[in-house]
């Protein structure tokens, strides 16, 4: 027998009021772990990375290593300031660098200008911003019948998930289940802190030109195994 169309309907109905719901539990939670612990792993992760930015760029002045070692420290250099510039100015991440030092020493080691290779991210990156700031769901008319009240709940549904992405620098293509977002989160910040861990251990190998070199080498045998294994696939 087939489904009633209004039963089918006030199912649906039920089900996005449930997840829009779970969005209103989740989100204060979310943000105040987030503030507390992610936020500030991820300003220190930006400022150690920054730090190194500046340790392989002296490295690239230093006689004692050999000119493919200079080109490899010249090559993370970029890299990392990339990576650093990315966070510092698309992510907006909080940290205390000279963002122009960044820029300057980016050009310098990757020969491209950061401004120019990110203008149209930050465009459409404002345009998004413009566009969630405006997506406020329309309040339902009094009395509506059960399909205007499924279309009202997923007009506010998606309006809570994109400001939720826009502010926590999500993908958009991305499907977020928030039933998975605080399980999510942990493993972020156990990650970050693993992550931080490594980049205190680089920037301990920089006290001694002879730790630089080895390290360089191990570096070197590793961004080489990584390009192996892209090329097969």
């Known amino acids: 027998m087939q489904e009633n169309t209004h039963e089918a309907l006030a199912r649906e109905l039920d089900t996005e009021r449930a997840r829009l719901r779970l969005w209103r539990e989740v ?17 220190m992760e930006v400022e150690l990375k920054a730090k190194l930015v500046l340790c392989f760029d002296h490295a690239c002045k230093q006689k004692e290593l050999t000119k493919a070692e200079r080109e490899l420290a010249s090559e993370l250099a970029a890299q990392l300031a990339q990576e650093t510039l990315f966070a510092l100015v698309l992510d907006g991440t909080p940290a ?44 339902p008319d009094p009395g509506p019948d059960t399909a205007a ?48 861990g490594e980049l205190e251990f680089e920037l301990s190998q920089f006290v001694d030109i002879q730790q630089v070199k080895a390290w360089l080498k191990a570096m ?11 090329a097969r696939q």
């Open 96 to 139: 205390e660098c000279d963002v122009e030092r960044l820029k300057a020493l980016y050009r310098k080691h990757g020969g491209s200008d950061f401004d120019a290779e990110v203008a149209d991210e930050l465009a459409e990156m404002a345009a998004m911003a413009a566009a969630s700031a405006a997506a406020v769901p329309e309040a």
């Open 27 to 43: 989100e204060p939670v979310y943000q105040k772990r987030y503030e507390e612990a992610l936020a500030p792993l991820e300003t």
């Open 149 to 196: 009240q499924l279309a009202a709940a997923k007009r506010e549904l998606a309006a809570v998930e994109q400001r939720f992405m826009a502010r926590y620098h999500f993908d958009p293509d991305q499907a977020i289940d928030p039933a998975d977002l605080m399980e999510d989160l942990a493993a972020e910040i156990a990650d970050a802190e693993e992550y931080i």
């Open 220 to 230: 070197k045998q590793q961004l080489a195994a990584t390009r192996r294994r892209e």
